[in-house]
T-cell receptor, first 112, second 112 residues
């Protein structure tokens, strides 16, 4: 059973479109995260939720909006996609804030 | 931002040799975590070391932490071809609890 899963695995879309990436964890963790990994493999946190409450919100364009319907799910919606949004997006979870983080397999987003 | 720096950027060794990579950071930390990323996959947690710890072991992995030098090292002993991956250190600063900050990683290639 996959601990942290993301869908879709690949996403190819045109500039200006709106897309969503879904994340689910079955570990019973309280905290979930979204990271962006660029083409140089640099990994940067975007958002974190703890028990459905936003606790980390980095300097991310407001075209990116996370939503946590319950503590097992954290989705990422992106409006008006731009070329620079092309990257691999990783979801992660941890038992509580500050613990070891468990990463999903990633979603490779390509904006054309 | 306070990203870590990892050194070297790339490392190529023969099976059976040891691999050492280093991570430096700039401010006080709560903990530092090492992760492995195989090509096209998510990050897998290796070891978490807390600021009051100096060394931790897990199988063929040894992590050291020197808070006076603000640096950590990961040693892989008796490397195997399956150790080929990128290795990342992520650290959590005392003023940013729950936020892991990563460097660009060290790419390790182990040839049979």
């Amino acid at each position: 059973d996959t601990a942290v899963s993301q869908t879709p695995k690949y996403l190819v879309t045109q500039m200006g479109n709106d897309k969503s990436i879904k994340c689910e964890q079955n570990l019973g963790h309280d905290t979930m995260y979204w990271y962006k990994q660029d083409s140089k493999k640099f990994l940067k946190i975007m958002f974190s939720y703890n028990n459905k409450e936003l606790i980390i919100n980095e300097t991310v364009p407001n075209r990116f909006s996370p939503k946590s319907p319950d503590k097992a799910h954290l989705n990422l919606h992106i409006n008006s996609l731009e070329l620079g949004d092309s990257a691999v997006y990783f979801c992660a979870s941890s038992p509580t804030r500050g613990d070891t983080q468990y990463f999903g397999p990633g979603t490779r987003l390509t904006v054309l | 931002s306070q990203q870590g720096e990892e050194d070297p950027q790339a490392l190529s060794i023969q099976e059976g040799e040891n691999a050492t990579m280093n991570c430096s950071y700039k401010t006080s930390i709560n903990n530092l975590q090492w992760y492995r990323q195989n090509s096209g996959r998510g990050l897998v947690h290796l070891i978490l070391i807390r600021s009051n710890e100096r060394e931790k072991h897990s199988g063929r992995l040894r992590v050291t932490l020197d808070t006076s030098k603000k640096s950590s090292s990961l040693l892989i002993t008796a490397s195997r071809a399956a150790d080929t991956a990128s290795y990342f250190c992520g650290f959590m600063t005392t003023d940013s609890w729950g936020k892991l900050q990563f460097g660009a990683g060290t790419q390790v290639v182990v040839t049979p």
